[in-house]
């Protein structure tokens, strides 16, 4: 079945520790990115990819990094920086946002990781 | 700066009604709007779509529509269904650019 995966569902990492969430997907999706939700602020963009070998930044990138050293794979590190890391986050795919097309501009989310810092 | 608003961040209705959620823009170059729902813990789906070239969009109980002189979009569902409760993100782009999404709105639907 072609989805987006990410793993794992909940995690746990004390004050000061470095931690990296997965996101993998199946769908040939071109862009991949990484948002996370906090209550009333509905959903903001950490980082995106178009294409691999390269990323943006997001509106609230500040104590995050990630790679995109593959198609598939899109993974997020939560760093010892991010003041306030605990949060819901969600990774999703769209199929190309050059593409030109309304339905490049579709995102299909992960199931999401919700990360607490202790 | 707000772009994407959706001012009501919650809304009950009952079973069998219509539900109406609205979500409001501010950005004219605005140009693909989305709906998402999502269940707690888990990722946001799909619901439907609309592009500024159209003003009505319908896809079985769901429709959109599209107020671009306004700048207001809602989407309306109809009968509402207790399997309907859940937070419903609108979400907007420009020109393929990324997605700015709203607050959220939930629906609860009841007996």
């Known amino acids: 079945d072609g989805g987006i995966t990410q793993s794992p569902k909940y995690l746990f990492r004390k004050e000061g520790q470095n931690v990296t969430l997965s996101c993998e997907q199946n769908?040939?999706?071109?862009?991949m990115y990484w948002y996370r939700q906090d209550p009333g602020q509905g959903l903001r963009l950490i980082y995106y990819?178009?294409?691999?070998?390269?990323?943006q930044k997001g509106d609230i990138a500040e104590g995050y990094s990630v790679s995109r050293e593959k198609k598939e794979s899109f993974p997020l590190t939560v760093t010892s920086a991010q003041k306030n890391p605990t949060a819901f986050y969600l990774c999703?795919?769209?199929?190309?946002?050059?593409?030109?097309?309304?339905?490049?501009?579709?995102?299909?989310f992960g199931p999401g990781t919700r990360l607490t810092v202790l | 700066d707000q772009q994407v608003k959706q001012n009501s961040p919650s809304l009950s209705v009952q079973e069998g009604r219509i539900s109406i959620l609205n979500c409001d823009y501010t950005?004219?170059?605005?140009?693909?709007f989305l709906w998402y729902k999502k269940y707690p813990a888990e990722g946001p789906t799909f619901l439907i779509s609309?592009?500024?070239?159209?003003d009505k969009n319908e896809d079985g109980r769901f429709t959109v529509f599209l107020n671009k002189s306004a700048k207001h979009l809602s989407l309306h569902i109809v009968p509402s269904q207790p399997g309907d409760s859940a937070v419903y993100f609108c979400a907007a782009s420009a020109d393929t650019d990324k997605l700015i999404f709203g607050t959220g709105t939930r629906l609860q639907v009841f007996p």
């Open positions: 999703a795919s769209s199929i190309d946002l050059t593409s030109g097309s309304w339905t490049g501009d579709t995102q299909y």
């Open positions: 990819s178009q294409i691999v070998n390269d990323f």
């Open positions: 769908l040939n999706h071109d862009a």
């Open positions: 609309i592009s500024s070239i159209k």
């Open positions: 950005n004219s170059m605005f140009d693909y």
